[in-house]
């Protein structure tokens, strides 16, 4: 019953480091998202996927890149990792988007990462 | 007018007391809605959907305003495990991405 697993839980690297930050479900779920947050700024949509091998762009996408070559993963890369990407990362998937749907997304429990 | 948008708080109350936040969007056109609960460094949540005719759920009632554009979360008989962040989140609609989250409403229930 492992639902939505993050790794690692926290991270800390250095800037200019590539980073990635794992994402793991095991609902079979087509829809999977990566969240930012932020003191000021609440959750930031920064890729999402509706399936294996499709992704793509949320509100603050610069500075990271995904994949999903299979249903249940989605791993996040920082390329070059910078100070302002020091955040709580927050997968999440959902079974299906459809306009007026109860398309509820379920969480990760994070991930928090600093960027010294 | 930003898409979804909530007082900040916090919203300070004492045990046993009811209290209320609302929270307003912008698309006219969104048909059903959410209020997720995130605990301090933990995930959101989801707490309970929103739909035309409202919903209740013990203590808790959501109701939806389509007329002024607002949904509301009501908390009767409030508890020191009700401290948390309520999060507005309306779906995805046409030309939309994903789930739009509030920043979230904090409330703090004191004994």
């Known amino acids: 019953d492992a639902g939505i697993t993050q790794s690692p839980r926290y991270k800390i690297t250095e800037t200019g480091r590539q980073v990635t930050l794992m994402c793991h479900q095991t609902w079979s779920h087509s829809y999977m998202f990566w969240y930012r947050q932020d003191l000021g700024h609440g959750l930031r949509l920064i890729y999402y996927?509706?399936?294996?091998?499709?992704?793509d762009k949320g509100e603050v996408p610069d500075g990271y890149v995904v994949s999903r070559s299979k249903t249940e993963n989605f791993p996040l890369t920082l390329e070059s990792a910078t100070r302002s990407q020091t955040s709580v990362y927050f997968c999440?998937?959902?079974?299906?988007?459809?306009?007026?749907?109860?398309?509820?997304?379920?969480f990760g429990a994070g991930t928090r990462l600093s960027v010294l | 007018r930003k898409e979804v948008e909530q007082d900040p708080g916090p919203f300070n109350v004492p045990e046993g007391a009811t209290v209320a936040f609302n929270c307003t969007y912008s698309?006219?056109?969104?048909?059903?809605f959410f209020w997720y609960r995130q605990d301090c460094r933990k995930e959101p949540k989801l707490l309970m959907s929103v739909y035309s005719s409202g919903n209740e759920d013990g203590r808790f009632t959501a109701q939806l305003n389509r007329a002024s554009q607002y949904i509301s979360l009501l908390i009767r008989d409030s508890k020191l495990s009700d401290s948390a962040t309520y999060l507005c989140?309306?779906?995805?609609?046409?030309?939309?991405?994903?789930?739009?989250f509030g920043s979230g409403t904090r409330l703090q229930v004191q004994p």
């Open positions: 999440a998937s959902s079974v299906l988007r459809k306009r007026g749907a109860k398309n509820i997304q379920y």
């Open positions: 996927s509706a399936a294996a091998d499709i992704t």
């Open positions: 989140v309306v779906p995805p609609d046409a030309g939309r991405r994903a789930l739009t």
């Open positions: 698309n006219s056109a969104s048909q059903s």
